[in-house]
């Protein structure tokens, strides 16, 4: 934490301890790439960001399909957004 604002490494992990989401902040905006996992580990996620905007993605399914990879970025927030609102920080469960 820098100035009251996320600075660095983020990292969250499964109760289980199975690491959930990796990104990195750059005094409070998101940059680079995050990468997020489902509880099983299989890769549900990767965004990279510019100064928390978005400029590519790519989703999975918990099955590990493919849901999207793109650079489509109103496409790639609407999945990103839903995918955090549906799904809390403790489960892969719908909120």
Same mark, same amino acid.
């Given at each position: 934490?820098?100035? #009251? $604002?996320?600075? =660095?490494?983020?990292?969250? *992990?499964?109760?289980? &301890?199975?690491?959930?989401?990796?990104?990195? /902040?750059?005094? #409070? $905006?998101?940059? =680079?790439?995050?990468?997020? *996992?489902?509880?099983? &580990?299989?890769?549900?996620?990767?965004?990279? /960001?510019?100064?928390? $905007?978005?400029?590519?993605?790519?989703?999975?399914?918990?099955?590990?399909?493919?849901?999207?990879?793109?650079?489509?970025?109103?496409?790639?927030?609407?999945?990103?957004?839903?995918?955090?609102?549906?799904?809390?920080?403790?489960?892969?469960?719908?909120?």
């Amino acid at each position: 934490m820098r100035d #009251g $604002k996320l600075d =660095g490494s983020f990292n969250t *992990w499964f109760a289980d &301890g199975k690491i959930r989401n990796q990104g990195i /902040f750059l005094s #409070g $905006k998101r940059i =680079g790439q995050w990468k997020s *996992w489902y509880n099983s &580990g299989q890769q549900s996620s990767i965004v990279n /960001f510019e100064v928390d $905007k978005i400029l590519e993605c790519s989703f999975w399914n918990n099955a590990g399909e493919i849901v999207y990879q793109g650079k489509d970025t109103k496409r790639c927030n609407d999945i990103y957004t839903g995918y955090y609102n549906t799904y809390s920080l403790e489960s892969d469960e719908p909120g």
